[in-house]
């Protein structure tokens, strides 16, 4: 049986698996659908009914804001944004990451020291203020927001793929290739990648919850997704500033936020027991 073959035979007996990974597709269809199926756009003010408390009635399940926006609406946007940030930030730091640190490990030597400094160089640095630099040289742009976040998620990632690749390379189907006169990057994307393929999906999960909570952690500070565009984090900031006399503001984004936090650390769990060969064991 294959690792997706395995992987599938554990989750079904896992019920928190089963529980956490039909949630998050369940989120994942209502966020998408939802906004269709809603009389209100995400954009509409309704000054007759700024900081309204949940209500089927008046057609806001989720109330409103301070300018009378549907929560709703808003919400499923903001887990819109959410996914997005655990697609795209994820696959940026795996493409880089997996690529550095294959490099690294192959080449060996003296390009590997240097390498591996400048990952060094870059550990040194705060975390935050390199997302920060990018952003400005990115301009806040909504899409490349979350390159730049995955940009700067990448250092974990080449460390644990170097380590790996230094054995692999001492292995006799990689050294026969290198005598048979295999090129540098065939040798990468045939022999070294897909023999990394469990220990990157287990740091992968890692990857996106972390992805998920900086984009939440800098919208929350004022410097991820702008108005009128939102996120979850952005929700919850707004929320704070109304706690007192409109609480549905802030617990309901921030509920969905730890829902789908959770959902991907069970996830990632089960992954970790499928491609984890000391577990396997």
């Known amino acids: 049986m294959n690792a997706l073959g395995r992987f599938w035979s554990r989750a079904r007996q896992s019920r928190a698996v089963l529980f956490c990974g039909g949630l998050l597709v369940g989120l994942v269809v209502v966020a998408m659908l939802g906004p269709f199926l809603s009389p209100h756009n995400y954009l509409q003010t309704d000054f007759n009914n700024i900081l309204s408390a949940p209500s089927l009635t008046d057609g806001h399940p989720f109330g409103t804001d301070d300018l009378g926006r549907d929560l709703f609406v808003r919400t499923l946007l903001g887990v819109q944004v959410t996914i997005l940030v655990a697609l795209v930030a994820s696959a940026v730091s795996l493409v880089i990451g997996v690529f550095y640190g294959a490099v690294a490990g192959l080449t060996g030597g003296r390009v590997d020291a240097i390498m591996m400094r400048f990952v060094d160089t870059l550990y040194a640095l705060p975390f935050i203020f390199l997302v920060i630099l990018l952003m400005v040289a990115f301009e806040r742009n909504f899409f490349l927001i979350f390159v730049a976040i995955g940009a700067v998620n990448w250092l974990d990632m080449a460390r644990i793929v170097r380590g790996q690749t230094l054995s692999l390379r001492e292995r006799e189907f990689v050294q026969a290739a290198q005598l048979s006169g295999v090129s540098f990057v065939r040798i990468i994307l045939r022999h070294i990648a897909p023999n990394l393929v469990g220990v990157v999906i287990v740091y992968l999960t890692l990857t996106i919850p972390q992805a998920i ?12 997704i702008q108005e009128p565009q939102t996120s979850l984090g952005a929700l919850v900031d707004a929320g704070v500033n109304h706690m007192e006399g409109a609480s ?5 984004p921030a509920a969905l936020l730890a829902l789908i936090l959770l959902c991907f650390n069970f996830l990632g769990d089960a992954l970790r027991d499928v491609f984890d060969a000391r577990q396997s064991r």
């Open 213 to 224: 909570l900086v984009e939440s952690f800098l919208s929350f500070l004022g410097l991820g």
């Open 248 to 252: 549905w503001m802030l617990l309901i």
